[in-house]
C-alpha cells in the first residue's frame, strides 16, 4: 500500500469509528482504492444508500451482501467482468430486499450468467429506478419482465428500436436526430442532454410538445 492511501486509511478509519452507527449514505469516489475501506462495512449498521465508483471486488461484494444488503435503499457499482465477480453481485441480489434504486454496468454478463445457474430474477423486483449500461434486447426485456415496480430506466446511449419498446418506465438520453423517438411524450420521466448541439430551442420545442400530449 503507498504512503498516500496509508494515510487515506488512517483518515477513513476515524471517520468511519466517529460516525459509522449514524451514517445513512456513502459515496466512495474514482479514486479511493479498495484497501482503504475494506473491513469497514460490519460497522455501517444504519448505512442505507451506498455508491462505489471503482470497479468493486469480490471481497466487497460479499460484505455488502452480509452487512449491507438487507437494509440498502440504494446501490452504485461498476461490475469487474470477471465471472466470479457476476456470481457475487447475484447472489449479493438476494440478500437485497428494500433496494428501490441501483445503478450497475454488466446487465447483459448478470443476465446471462443468471439463466445459466437457473436465477429468473437477477435484479431485486423491489426497483422502483434503475441506471443500467453494457445491456442486450433479451436483458432488458427481462428487466421490465420481473421488475414490476420500475418507474424510471436510465438507458446507457440507447438505440430508437429500443427506446420505441416502452412507453413506461422510461427515460431518454437522446441527441438531435431521436428527440422525436418516444411514441407518448406523456410518460417521460426525466430528460437527459449529452450533446452539445442541442440547442436550448430546440429544448424549448420538445417541452412544449410534451406539454401537449
Do not use: W
Request: with cysteine; charged share 20%; aromatic share 10%.
Amino acid at each position: 500500500m503507498e504512503s498516500g492511501d496509508v494515510e487515506l486509511k488512517m483518515a477513513f478509519n476515524v471517520i468511519i469509528l466517529r460516525c459509522a452507527a449514524y451514517l445513512k449514505s456513502l459515496r466512495i469516489c474514482y479514486g479511493v482504492p479498495s484497501s482503504v475501506f475494506v473491513g469497514h462495512f460490519h460497522l455501517l449498521s444504519s448505512l442505507t444508500h451506498f455508491s462505489l465508483e471503482e470497479p468493486i471486488d469480490v471481497l466487497n461484494l460479499n460484505q455488502i451482501k452480509e452487512y449491507l444488503a438487507p437494509n440498502l435503499l440504494s446501490l452504485g457499482l461498476v461490475l469487474q467482468p470477471q465471472e466470479k465477480c457476476v456470481v457475487a453481485f447475484l447472489s449479493l441480489v438476494k440478500n437485497c430486499k428494500k433496494l428501490k434504486c441501483l445503478r450497475v454496468n454488466r446487465i447483459n454478463l448478470i443476465f446471462e450468467r443468471a439463466k445459466e445457474i437457473g436465477q429468473r430474477q437477477f435484479l431485486p423486483p423491489t426497483l422502483m429506478q434503475l441506471f443500467m449500461h453494457d445491456y442486450s434486447d433479451s436483458a432488458l426485456n427481462h428487466v421490465i419482465e420481473t421488475c414490476p415496480k420500475l418507474c424510471f430506466v436510465l438507458l446507457n446511449n440507447p438505440d430508437v428500436t429500443k427506446m420505441h419498446r416502452f412507453y413506461s418506465p422510461f427515460f431518454i438520453t437522446t441527441d438531435r436526430e431521436s428527440i422525436y423517438s418516444h411514441p407518448s411524450l406523456k410518460f417521460l420521466r426525466a430528460l437527459q442532454i449529452k450533446r452539445n448541439d442541442l440547442n436550448k430551442a430546440l429544448i424549448y420545442i420538445f417541452l412544449f410538445k410534451i406539454s401537449l400530449d
